[in-house]
């Protein structure tokens, strides 16, 4: 399995970026992704997450209410919509697949397949 993520870039803070991440080479509707960030100097961290079927997801507190995970199984595809941007969102943005059936997810080692992840800042 293979995921290219897509859509990093500069952003003013209170702006909007929308990231993409493709999959492919696997059964990319029985997968609960995710996405993962990490900002220089700190640890990895779960950003959101979206159930295999897309009605389930899930934020961490930093960013519910500003960012959105959907996802389109017909082109084997899961976005982040990033609204309101900080400065404190400034990281690399990673997306990740876990390859069981089951609910959205927040801990690294869930996931079996990750992406090379896409740059994202925010400037103040």
């Known amino acids: 399995v293979q995921l290219q993520a897509s859509g990093g870039g500069l952003v003013q803070a209170g702006g909007s970026l929308r990231l993409s991440c493709a999959a492919s080479g696997g059964p990319f509707s029985r997968y609960t992704m995710g996405w993962f960030r990490q900002a220089p100097g700190k640890e990895r961290e779960f950003v959101a997450s979206?159930?295999?079927?897309?009605?389930?997801?899930h934020y961490a507190d930093s960013v519910k209410g500003r960012f959105t995970i959907s996802r389109d199984s017909a082109r084997n595809t899961v976005s982040l919509q990033m609204d309101s941007l900080k400065p404190e969102d400034t990281a690399v943005y990673y997306c990740?697949?876990?390859?069981?059936?089951?609910?959205?997810?927040?801990?690294?080692?869930?996931?079996?397949?990750w992406g090379q992840g896409t740059l994202v800042t925010v400037s103040s």
């Open positions: 979206i159930g295999w079927s897309g009605t389930r997801t």
């Open positions: 990740a697949a876990d390859r069981t059936y089951g609910s959205p997810r927040a801990r690294e080692y869930e996931y079996d397949y």
